[in-house]
């Protein structure tokens, strides 16, 4: 398989750092779902084989972790947290909002593959909440409203 | 990124270098950077340990065990090597302290890291980031690289003849690898299940070397002990609880944020002065003193000093600093709910306890909350929580058991009311089941 010349500078760079070749798989993992958009077949066999570990070893590692899926979503990935702090900041509006513009449930891609929408828990962003992010981006002190607009912006980026 | 907020009795030493740029390495040199570390190499393994132990500097991940102490129990021969293990998997609910620490200040936690190496004779760290804040992790990246470049780490650092080598490290998404043992596995690359103890960590942990583990803030304070003394960091705080630590304030409040206040600070002041009070004219409820799994304090307990051994004795913890504070508009019930639904989502389902009683004790609350509540439920999550308590291998269980003990004994009365059917007197949506399972 191939992977960006990032990926594969890291990757080697970081078998350098350990005494175990599989204590790599975790962070490796979530670079490869990056490029991929999920963790394919494909994808779970090259790790496997690339770490001289057996593709069981590696799908029971994969299904501990809450960020990594071995099913494709969509190209962004909204991840409203529901935890304490942002439920009293108002989060369960914000999530209503962002399922009804979405029109998906938790977990679900809208048809054309271009959001994913998920309940995520704590995010670390209690002192700013409500919270989300998409993908890797925070996005903070929201309202329905607000992260509304806030799509729009990323569907502005995909039709431009 | 994330807003910084301060306050005039705010007393900055780990915050001291936010919002100053010091991320950039040039930056961090003009502002004492790396001073530490020379300060350290000279002092060698038992002096660092004497400031640390001097300091009364208690982890900030959550336990609040001395960190002196905790050094100190490293043996000094081993037969593998030993490691320094920084934890920066933050996801305690109600904690957002690492995110800014990483974010302004990622080369203090090197250089507590490097302090931590020298005092235990080690000559790796690691620092793991959660996967979530992936920005962290490439600004962790950049200071390392920049680190190295400088020849701050790598051989003979600072011409002492000492090696010392930190590299970063990343998660994917999985509160329970904030535990120490689960912490080790992951970066092992494994499924972040628990260890059994003893032995502990300082004896048997990565690879099976010895290994100190930290939270990111515990070492961001480390530099600042090393070059202000353990006197004078002890001085801070009050006795045994040395000090300065950051309080993320969170929820009903009228000014949210991380504010950085000395141990022993009152929980009262800290509500009604540091954070604006609570928002919108309302009446304080009830405040999780330490993140979700600390025991809930009503208002009435709130005139406490905010310390280990203080809230301790008011029957709570200090925990991670998450202070979350509620209004008299929240209903109980719902919020024990989402922390169960919490717990139940991260228990790694080794021990039975902590599986089966965070499943059922989700299970009743959601039934309960939504209206299907019976009289013995009341007493049964009592029970189911009182025997998970200190029953698993590690203290996820008790995590989610120490709220529910303190949430039914304290607001039975609202539990109370929500029997019979009747809807929840907080919340005209309440028969709808707010969040998926």
């Known amino acids: ?160 | 990124m994330a807003d910084l907020v301060s306050h005039p009795d705010e007393v900055k030493v780990v915050s001291r270098r936010f919002g100053q740029g010091a991320a950039n390495l040039d930056r961090y040199l003009e502002l004492d950077g790396y001073k530490a570390v020379q300060k350290a190499l000279s002092l060698g393994a038992d002096g660092i340990i004497n400031e640390m132990k001097a300091s009364n500097l208690r982890g900030r991940g959550g336990a609040g065990f001395p960190t002196g102490m905790k050094w100190s129990f490293v043996p000094k021969q081993a037969p593998k090597p030993k490691y320094v293990l920084c934890n920066g998997d933050e996801s305690e609910p109600g904690t957002c302290k690492d995110r800014l620490i990483l974010e302004h200040d990622p080369h203090s936690v090197i250089e507590g890291v490097v302090v931590a190496g020298i005092a235990v004779g080690s000559h790796t760290g690691y620092i793991y980031i959660r996967g979530e804040y992936r920005y962290l992790s490439e600004i962790m990246q950049k200071a390392l690289a920049d680190a190295y470049a400088r020849g701050f780490l790598g051989k003979n650092i600072f011409g002492s003849g000492y090696d010392f080598d930190v590299y970063w490290h990343g998660g994917a998404g999985a509160y329970e690898v904030g535990e120490e043992s689960a912490l080790m596995e992951s970066l092992e690359g494994k499924r972040g299940v628990p260890r059994i103890r003893p032995p502990f960590p300082a004896v048997v942990g990565l690879w099976g070397g010895p290994t100190v583990i930290n939270n990111v803030e515990t070492l961001a304070s480390v530099p600042h002990i090393m070059l202000g003394g353990g006197e004078w960091y002890a001085s801070l705080g009050t006795p045994k609880n040395g000090g300065t630590r950051l309080f993320c304030l969170s929820g009903h409040v009228a000014k949210p944020g991380v504010y950085e206040l000395p141990l022993g600070y009152n929980l009262k002041k800290m509500i009604f002065e540091v954070a604006g009070g609570i928002r919108g004219g309302n009446k304080l409820k009830a405040v999780t003193p330490g993140g979700s799994s600390t025991p809930v304090l009503k208002a009435e307990e709130c005139d406490v000093g905010m310390d280990f051994d203080q809230l301790m004795k008011a029957g709570s913890m200090l925990g991670s600093g998450g202070v979350v504070v509620l209004d008299d508009t929240t209903c109980m019930v719902k919020y024990l709910q989402r922390i169960m639904m919490f717990y139940q989502h991260e228990s790694c389902g080794w021990c039975i306890p902590c599986r089966e009683g965070t499943d059922w004790l989700k299970k009743t609350l959601n039934r309960f909350h939504a209206g299907g509540g019976v009289e013995k439920d009341i007493g049964n999550i009592q029970y189911l929580a009182e025997n998970m308590l200190g029953r698993t291998f590690c203290p996820l269980g008790d995590a989610a058991a120490m709220p529910a003990i303190s949430i039914v004994k304290k607001y039975r009365q609202e539990f109370e009311d929500h029997l019979n059917g009747r809807p929840c007197p907080f919340d005209a949506k309440a028969a709808e089941v707010a969040v998926p399972a």
């Open chain 1, 1 to 160: 398989m191939r992977f960006s010349d990032t990926f594969e500078r890291r990757f080697t760079e970081m078998l350098g750092h350990y005494p175990t070749r599989r204590s790599v798989l975790v962070p490796t993992l979530l670079y490869m779902q990056d490029e991929l958009g999920y963790l394919s077949d494909e994808a779970i066999r090259e790790i496997a084989q690339r770490l001289e570990l057996n593709e069981l070893e590696v799908r029971n590692v994969i299904s501990y972790y809450s960020m990594l899926t071995t099913k494709p979503r969509g190209k962004y990935n909204v991840q409203v947290c529901r935890n304490i702090s942002c439920m009293l900041c108002g989060a369960d509006d914000v999530i209503a909002g962002v399922k009804k513009r979405l029109g998906v449930g938790h977990k679900g891609t809208t048809a054309d593959g271009m959001f994913s929408f998920e309940e995520v828990e704590c995010i670390g962003a209690c002192s700013w909440a409500p919270a989300m992010q998409v993908n890797y981006d925070f996005h903070e002190k929201l309202t329905a409203e607000k992260a509304d607009k806030i799509l729009d912006g990323y569907k502005m980026k995909e039709t431009q």
